[in-house]
Nanobody, 118 residues
Framework: VQLVESGGGLVQAGGSLRLSCTAS????????MGWFRQSAGEERDFVAA????????DYLDSVKGRFTISRDNAKNTVYLQMNSLRPEDTAVYYC????????????WGQGTQVTVSS
């Protein structure tokens, strides 16, 4: 089972990026999925989660109104659209599957770097 992230990169403050996470090896259509991030020297923090149907999502307060999580179960993929990026959003972003909102993660991706320059 693998979760593979893509879409990270370098962007100027105020810009946008779209992260993707595609699962292989099994279907995750019946599980919640989400995103976490970890800055250098910091703990890994919750960013966003979406339930298996895609009808409910939760966000870290500091990204509400700027980030949007979505999923396409037919493609076994979850997305994170990030707009109005700030330098403090700089981190490695990890895809996760499981009871994401409770922090009970069954699978992690390898991470993708997002760097926001000021």
């Amino acid at each position: 089972v693998q979760l593979v992230e893509s879409g990270g990169g370098l962007v100027q403050a105020g810009g946008s990026l779209r992260l993707s996470c595609t699962a292989s090896g099994r279907t995750f259509s019946s599980e919640a999925m989400g995103w976490f991030r970890q800055s250098a020297g910091e703990e890994r923090d919750f960013v966003a989660a979406i339930n298996w149907r895609g009808g409910r999502s939760d966000y870290l307060d500091s990204v509400k109104g700027r980030f949007t999580i979505s999923r396409d179960n037919a493609k076994n993929t979850v997305y994170l659209q990030m707009n109005s990026l700030r330098p403090e959003d700089t981190a490695v972003y990890y895809c996760a599957a499981g009871r994401v909102a409770a922090g009970l993660i069954d699978y992690w991706g390898q991470g993708t770097q997002v760097t926001v320059s000021s």
